[in-house]
């Protein structure tokens, strides 16, 4: 069974920095995208960012590109979302996801969750 673990969430100023990290088990997390999705409250959950298993192909939303950058160690097995230059608006739960596809903005194409990592941004 796979398993995703975030971490790094938290409170922080507006123009503040934050780093998200993804935990995943198993020994074959080096084969698989894996993405970065955020849901705020009353609003649907959307796509934030993506990364192919080596790295090569680097996906993002436009909201956030050019502040955001996505990243992996394979021999850790965990996936990063350092987040720079916040904004309130990026408050929102974030979510690490796995697909067994190439990397993608489609939410329905990642089938593992992780639980979840508030990020709250005041201004």
């Known amino acids: 069974q796979v398993q995703l673990v975030e971490s790094g969430g938290g409170l922080v100023q507006a123009g503040g920095s934050l780093r998200l990290s993804c935990a995943a088990s198993g020994r074959t997390f080096s084969d698989y995208s894996m993405g970065w999705f955020r849901q705020a409250p009353g609003k649907e959950r959307e796509f934030v960012a993506a990364?192919?298993?080596?790295?090569?192909?680097?996906l993002y939303a436009d909201s956030v590109k050019g502040r955001f950058a996505i990243s992996r160690d394979n021999a850790e097995n965990t996936v990063y979302l350092q987040m720079n230059s916040l904004k309130p608006e990026d408050t929102a739960v974030y979510y690490c996801a796995r697909t067994g596809m190439a990397a993608t903005r489609n939410v329905g194409s990642y089938g593992y969750w992780g639980q979840g990592t508030q990020v709250t941004v005041s201004s």
């Open positions: 990364i192919s298993p080596t790295s090569i192909i680097k």
